[in-house]
């Protein structure tokens, strides 16, 4: 079956600009997660949806970051306003249930804020 | 908070041998479970192997396998038979299940070479 996927995979963006982040994880799976990853680190945390209800958004950095799943599959992670200390990878992951399972992790979408 | 430590930022092994990346970790939960991901170049992060805390047993891969010692906080990984496909970054993660998340703290990774 699918795997989890990302749009788009590169974006570059001017500080400023505002951008939204797809992520389609994979069908039936309750949790999607929401993950930054810088440079050269291991990807940190910023969200956690369980169906449509955002359980957890403390890893988000700022009310700049703003995540929805409306329907409890496909959702959007959308940065207004980017600044450069935004550009990242950032990583969609989805598990079947909740308690202990497997991540599986999208390809990312690489951001460049200029 | 956990906190997970990989001490080893780079690393390099000959097609064929053996190598083990170390993982430490520091929590004060009982139930728990460890994970090693692996990070090719450009591409996504693939699950290596998982361990659930409440296990004895250390788990085993194919030719990955891990050395999980709880009292000591510790959870190495060991790739036998070397491949050149295994050049990768390679992340240990932690993760506590909690009603509300079940989110991941990740290491700072290694970076493997297998050389030919």
């Known amino acids: 079956g699918a795997g989890v996927s990302q749009s788009p995979r590169y974006k570059v963006a001017k500080r400023g600009q505002d951008v939204a982040l797809r992520c389609d994880p994979i069908?039936?799976?309750?949790?999607l997660f929401w993950y930054q990853q810088a440079l050269g680190q291991g990807p940190e945390f910023l969200t956690y949806?369980?169906?449509?209800?955002?359980?957890?958004k403390s890893g988000l950095p700022s009310d700049r970051f703003f995540a929805e799943r409306p329907e409890g599959s496909v959702s959007t992670l959308k940065i207004q306003r980017t600044q450069q200390e935004d550009s990242a990878v950032y990583l969609c992951?989805?598990?079947?249930?909740?308690?202990?399972?497997?991540?599986?992790f999208g390809p990312g979408t690489r951001l460049l804020v200029l | 908070a956990q906190t997970v430590t990989q001490s080893q930022p780079e690393m390099s092994v000959q097609e064929a041998e053996t190598v083990t990346l170390s993982c430490t970790y520091d929590?004060?939960?009982?139930?728990?479970?460890l994970f090693w991901y692996k990070q090719p170049p450009s591409r996504q992060m693939i699950l290596v192997i998982r361990?659930?805390?409440?296990?004895?047993q250390n788990a085993t891969e194919n030719r990955f396998s891990v050395n999980f010692q709880k009292a000591a906080k510790s959870f190495s990984l060991k790739i036998s038979d070397s491949q050149l496909g295994d050049t990768a970054m390679y992340f240990c993660?932690?993760?506590?299940?909690?009603?509300?998340?079940?989110?991941?703290?990740f290491g700072a990774g290694t970076r493997l070479t297998v050389k030919p």
């Open positions: 929590t004060s939960e009982s139930n728990y479970y």
């Open positions: 992951a989805s598990s079947l249930v909740t308690s202990g399972e497997t991540q599986y």
């Open positions: 069908s039936g799976h309750v949790s």
């Open positions: 993660a932690f993760m506590k299940p909690r009603y509300n998340n079940n989110d991941m703290r």
């Open positions: 949806f369980q169906n449509e209800a955002q359980l957890d």
């Open positions: 361990q659930e805390a409440y296990k004895q």
